[in-house]
């Protein structure tokens, strides 16, 4: 059973930065798409950023390209998710998720859908707010 545990949120004004970690236990994460989602009240969970972790392709979704980063410390068997220029719509509860893969996938589909993902972390709340 994969485990998966967010950190790194909080409270930053509009334009900073925040590095949010999610560490995966239990398993190693080869052959897994990790993705972090994010989620409002009121609203369904949304699709961020993807990084298949072999080939490490990268997806984003359009309101965050340029501004978040996914990265794999494969040392530390975590994900991160450095963002800047943070907006106030970007404040939601960010959530690390997980599916495992036996080819390269449609890394877009998978994770446009969070009902394709597997494990899921408790979230983390980011605040963007002056």
């Known amino acids: 059973q994969l485990q998966l545990v967010e950190s790194g949120g909080g409270l930053v004004q509009p334009g900073g930065s925040l590095k949010l970690s999610c560490v995966a236990s239990?398993?190693?994460?080869?052959?897994?798409?990790l993705g972090w989602f994010r989620q409002v009240p009121g609203k369904e969970r949304e699709g961020v950023s993807c990084i298949e972790t072999i080939t490490r392709t990268t997806y984003y979704e359009d309101s965050v390209k340029g501004r978040f980063t996914i990265s794999r410390d494969i040392s530390e068997n975590t994900v991160h998710l450095q963002m800047s220029s943070l907006k106030p719509e970007d404040s939601a509860v960010y959530y690390c998720a997980a599916v495992r893969v036996v080819a390269v996938s449609d890394l877009k589909r998978m994770c446009s859908k969070p009902g394709n993902m597997v494990y899921w972390g408790k979230g983390t709340l980011v605040t963007v707010s002056s």
């Open positions: 239990g398993r190693d994460v080869d052959y897994y798409i």
